[in-house]
């Protein structure tokens, strides 16, 4: 079995807002396993369910009314959700204008998208605590029991931590849910990592089903992530870059 957690707090220092939390020795994370291809498919099976069961675990506690006084606390974080929207709807006119010829024609249906981004990122009511940065670079892999001559319990090394919490703040879930699979599939689109739709459809499965309309805009928060992401990473030098901002 897998489990799924957040690295321990050992100590917060509140004055200066410096947490001290557990050292992760010999970890890598999900991304780098997926284009080293180093999954066997049962892992990279069981790896997407165990990461769905725990968002949808996540996604739920965040709404619970026991977590009321946090949520009142991150409603004053507000930097958080201004920062998305200038990462999605910021970074999507600027994209337009970086590929006028594949672009241009679309203004009017990117200006739809940005208005429901707007919505889906502004939007008061049915919000939820989210992660802010939910993608496999922030997903890592214990690496540790690796060695059949360790004497660490072999069971240490199924251990997913879940890092990087500096974006959690009060959002519509689908920005969690987008992101993840956009980044999930760039990995696949570009390197062709084949265990990729199989983790997906894991992470499915175990997420479990949701709204048509919280469907649509995770699918549209994907599409927006797909056309002003790759252009700006490693992969804007690749031949297949147009056909990704294309697809998005």
Known sequence: SI?????????YFPGSY??????????????AHLLNKSFEPAFADACGRVIGAWAVKFHSWGRHPEQEGLRRVLSSYTEASVFKYRLSCGRLDATIEKFPE????????????????????????????IHGDFWPGNVEKNELGDD???DIDLDS????????????HLSSIMIDLGTMFAELY??????????VPLMLESFLEAYGSIETLDAFDTMLYCGVHLIIWPCRTEWSESPKLMECIQYG
């Not at 489990?3 to 100590?11: F, Y």
């Not at 410096?18 to 994370?29: A, K, M």
């Not at 672009?103 to 249906?109: T, Y």
């Open 3 to 11: 489990l799924a957690r957040v690295p321990e707090i050992l100590h």
């Open 18 to 31: 410096i947490q001290i939390i557990e050292d992760l020795p010999n970890t890598s994370t999900l991304k």
């Open 157 to 168: 090394k199924k251990l997913i931590f879940l890092l990087d919490w500096e974006f959690c």
């Open 186 to 195: 760039i990995l696949y689109f570009f390197e062709n990592s084949a265990l």
């Open 148 to 150: 059949p001559k360790s």
């Open 102 to 129: 594949m672009l241009d024609n679309k203004k009017s249906l990117f200006q739809r998208v940005s208005r429901r981004i707007t919505a889906i990122t502004h939007r008061d009511d049915d919000v939820g605590i």
